[in-house]
């Protein structure tokens, strides 16, 4: 990817030629220059086609201002280009040009870094058309030029680790959301990154598009990617954008602990508005509503302007970003009235902004996040209705091929910031190998960086080893389910009593003609309130089906006697297989939750199961260093993969399903 786009006169194209030298020297390892013979333009392609090409691959574009770029009809054409593009934009004077003769969208929007003028010098010597060349800059100005690019970089490595005020913050943060100090060991998703900063700069040139909304399906980082992803890089370029505290609707969107009147509140503090008393700020809300919030924001954004130094008088004010968190939760089966008062609130309060004339115009954009089968009732709410809404759904399920990127990552930046950390190759290896296995594995892996972190970072590497004496992925997974219940004999016999009044007879019954088991569904407003944390987490470690459309509960898959550590869906989505710590394999109709075939053989563990394309048969992989293969219809075990000396720890088919690849502890893969 071109990080930096050149755009120049060429005229001046051995000044280009020179600030792309610098900028390589610097560390911005790919520049984009129209005649560079690698990767600008080739013979006889169309020059705005490449342009629009490049420009697509840019987070930046650097403009290498003169009288000449000012008089050049198509230097105008490529500002125009990646203003159209939302990129973000930076301008360099090389030599002496009247503000009078530059476009007006440049000088009020953006800043203007000089070049030439009074002081040292840093002079560039570099070979241009096989002859010596030589550009001096002004020292300052370059200076100014790299913290600004550093400041606007989109890599986490531009962020700081460790954070100033969390010295021994870890790397690795498990399951819980990353949020703006985890902005330095955020990897995995800087193209969709570019894309969202994109996008919302786009919103804020138009004016007219005011919901912000980030989709994508459980376990995809949606909480990460709007916290440590968009908002940091947001706060740095303040010129444009000023970001409030993150709201978490819960029960209270609008005067809980993270909602509206607390971001308020402190965006008072910082930047040291009246009221200073979150009290206030909550009475204030409840009783000027809508007209209240919007001059509180106004009073916000006016100061948020008034910070920034050197702003032309005509510059627009930063756009305020209000960022939701989790949306879903505004509309659960346990939402207060307070959820609808707060899509009433901001609903109005964007609708006055649109109405308001240019000058006084608040410009706000509210940011969502809200799982995919989640979307619709927000989609559809009466409050928001006639907002435009910017739909952002790259949040697709991450390859496994960024994984990489995801373990060692941290690791680097922890080394950088002091503290020597090192992901061994062959750990990897594995944890990647191990990724292939099962459905969820991003949030999965998460976790299981976390603890081998926790228990064995101090040595200053993570090791094969150490990951082998914690069981590998499935036995941190079975730690987690048993973090659930307490460690107090008592207090879990409690808990499991409560859990048992939450199973019988809501979620499962007995049948009094054969006094077998029967499974029932059941929303969770049906459950005893003192069960639902515990269900929670019972949900959150994916132990219970819920329905995807309605977020309601379908079936619990109950007959397993261990922790369930795999479940995969057949190609047609019609039957479910899961594998467990019995040492057994499921198979369940989907539609009904009735268990089909149970898949006896296994010695040991099952920890792997999945489907072949054609879904006629089922491959489970097992501790008992065997993989296996089953007749889907009828449970019927086929072979046994006998070959591998320990654990076998992962098993797949081939994408024409004709050959098996499974993995084991004894260091080899095979193919059978």
Known sequence: MSLIFLSHSSIDELEAVALKHWLLDNGWEDVFLDLDPEHGLRAGERWQEALRRAADRCEAVVFIISPAWAKSKWCLTEFLLAKSLSKLIFGVVVKETALTELPTELTAEYQLTYLIGKGSVEALHFVHHEQAADVSFLANGLARLRLGLQTAGLSASYFPWPPQDDKSRAPYRGLEPLDAKDAAVFFGRDTEILQGLDKLRGMRAAGNELL???????????????????????????????????????????????????????????????????????????????????????????????????????????????????????????????????????????????????????????????????????????????????????????????????????????????????????????????????????????????????????????????????????????????????????????????????????????????????????????????????????????LLLWDAASGKELHVLRGHEGSIVDSQFSPDGKTVVTASADETARLWDAASGRELQVLRGHEKEVIGAQFSPDGKTVLTASWDETARLWDAASGRELQVLRGHEKEVIGAQFSPDGKTVLTASWDETARLW
């Not at 346990?334 to 309060?349: K, P, Y």
Request: hydrophobic share 40%; with cysteine; proline share 6%.
């Open 212 to 542: 912000f909304v980030i989709l994508g399906p459980s376990g995809s980082g949606k909480s990460s990617f709007l916290r440590a992803g968009l908002l940091p890089r947001l706060a740095r370029n303040a010129r444009h954008f000023h970001t409030l505290n993150v709201i978490r609707p819960e029960r209270s969107p609008l005067y809980g602990q993270r909602g509206v009147a607390n971001a308020i509140y402190c965006a008072n503090e910082d930047l040291g508005l009246m009221p200073v008393n979150l009290g206030e700020v909550k009475t204030m809300l409840e009783n000027g509503g809508a007209e209240c919030l919007g001059k509180m924001l106004h009073n916000i954004q006016n100061a948020a302007r008034h910070r920034l130094l050197g702003l032309p008088e005509d510059a627009p004010p930063p756009t305020l970003v209000l960022p939701v968190d989790q949306a879903e939760e505004l509309f659960s089966s346990d939402a207060t009235e307070e959820a609808h008062s707060f899509l009433e609130l901001i609903g109005n309060v964007l609708r006055t902004s649109l109405s308001d004339s240019e000058g006084t115009r608040l410009s706000l954009i509210v940011a969502f996040t809200i799982r995919s089968d989640r979307y619709d009732p927000l989609q559809t709410a009466q409050e928001l209705m006639g907002l435009k809404t910017v739909v952002f759904d790259a949040l697709k399920p991450m390859p496994r091929v960024q994984f990489k990127e995801i373990i060692k990552g941290p690791a680097i930046r922890a080394s950088l910031g002091g503290k020597k950390l090192e992901v061994m190759a062959d750990l990897v290896d594995q944890l990647l190998l191990d990724c292939e296995q099962g459905a969820d594995t991003l949030p999965l892996l998460s976790l299981t960086l976390s603890r081998i972190y926790r228990d064995y970072s101090s040595g200053g590497d993570l090791r094969l080893d150490q990951y082998k004496s914690m069981g590998g992925m499935a036995k941190v997974i079975k730690t987690e389910v048993e973090s659930i219940l307490s460690s107090d004999p008592g207090l879990r016999k409690a808990q499991l009593d409560t859990l048992h009044a939450a199973f019988i007879p809501w979620l499962a019954t007995v049948n009094p003609e054969n006094n077998q088991p029967v499974r029932r569904r059941a929303r969770m407003t049906d459950l005893p309130p003192a069960s639902h944390v515990l269900i929670c987490a019972l949900i959150e470690k994916r």
